[in-house]
């Protein structure tokens, strides 16, 4: 058994192609129309194929259930909420925030109301940390994570 992708239903393939390379930077590996396989592991399907494979009828697809999320990880938070900010059409779960460890995230929707996260890498909380002053120790502390966690950041 290999896990291979995350299959998320859309109702425009083209704008969904368009959302997620623009926001997000993925790029298309495959192009069979109503099936795209993007960079990162994700796939995208029109809903109307969908609904055939899963023997279902259009209303039963539900959008926007706050069920799940697409996770990505990113260096420079900064630039990237600059971005995201500067894209009128963003329509937010909430906007950037720090979690108690310390990681920033700021949580949307795509078109179609699939929840994407966008959080700080882990690397650079914890360098983020380091360069106010913190001791590895007293990151390891402000952070909740063992001290060789911290380390393995610098490796």
Not at 57 to 86: P, R
Request: charged share 25%.
């Amino acid at each position: 058994m290999k896990y291979t992708c995350t299959l998320i239903a859309v109702k425009n393939i083209e704008k969904a192609k368009r959302f997620y390379h623009d926001v997000l930077e993925l790029k298309v590996v495959s192009d069979f129309g109503a099936n795209v396989t993007l960079t990162g592991g994700i796939a995208l399907q029109t809903v109307d194929t969908w609904k055939i494979f899963i023997h279902k009828q259009e209303e039963e697809i539900v959008f926007g259930n706050n069920a799940c999320e697409l996770y990505f990880e990113e260096d420079d938070m900064d630039s990237f909420v600059k971005k995201l900010n500067s894209i009128k059409s963003i329509l937010y779960v909430h906007p950037l925030f720090e979690h108690s460890w310390g990681q920033r995230v700021v949580r949307f929707y795509d078109l179609d109301k699939h929840i994407i996260e966008v959080g700080e890498s882990m690397n650079m909380v914890v360098k983020r940390f380091i360069n106010t002053g913190l001791s590895i120790e007293e990151t390891a502390i402000r952070m909740d994570v063992p001290v060789d966690y911290v380390k393995s950041c610098f490796t």
